[in-house]
C-alpha cells in the first residue's frame, strides 16, 4: 500500500524559505511520478510542480517557475520541494501525490494521482 507523508511546512514571512519533504513508502517508486499540488481555503486544489521518479524530468506550474524546484532523493525515498521567496498568495495545504508513469492525463492533472498525503499547511505573511 502506497503511504506519502508530508513535512517542512509552517509559517514564513515573504521572501522567505521552505523546503517540503514528502516520504514515499510501500512500493519501489522508480516507475512513478511524484506530485506536489496545494489548495488555499476557498479555492481548487491546483498542480505546483511533478517529477518523473525515473528521469528526474520536472514539470511546474508557471507561477512558480523560478522559485520552487521539486527533487528527489533515491536512497531516501523522498520528494522534496524547495519553495524560495515565498509569496503571500503560496500559502495552502501543500499536497504530496503519486501516481504510474504511464498514466495518460498530463502530470498537471489531479485526477491523474490516486495516492496522496495528508497535506502540510504553509503560511507566508506579509
Known amino acids: 500500500q502506497v503511504q506519502l507523508v508530508e513535512s517542512g511546512g509552517g509559517l514564513v514571512q515573504a521572501g522567505g524559505s521552505l523546503r517540503l519533504s514528502c516520504a514515499a513508502s510501500?512500493?519501489?517508486?522508480?516507475?512513478?511520478?511524484m506530485g506536489w499540488f496545494r489548495q488555499a481555503p476557498g479555492k481548487e486544489r491546483e498542480f505546483v510542480a511533478a517529477?518523473?521518479?525515473?528521469?528526474?524530468?520536472?514539470y511546474s506550474t508557471d507561477s512558480v517557475k523560478g522559485r520552487f524546484t521539486i527533487s528527489r532523493d533515491n536512497a531516501k525515498n523522498t520528494v522534496y520541494l524547495q519553495m524560495n521567496s515565498l509569496k503571500p498568495e503560496d500559502t495552502a495545504v501543500y499536497y504530496c501525490?503519486?501516481?504510474?508513469?504511464?498514466?495518460?492525463?498530463?502530470?498537471?492533472?489531479?485526477?491523474?494521482?490516486?495516492?496522496w498525503g495528508q497535506g502540510t499547511q504553509v503560511t507566508v505573511s506579509s
Open positions: 517529477i518523473r521518479w525515473s528521469s528526474g524530468t520536472t
Open positions: 501525490a503519486a501516481r504510474l508513469q504511464l498514466t495518460t492525463t498530463p502530470p498537471i492533472s489531479r485526477s491523474g494521482y490516486p495516492y
Open positions: 510501500g512500493r519501489t517508486f522508480s516507475s512513478y511520478t
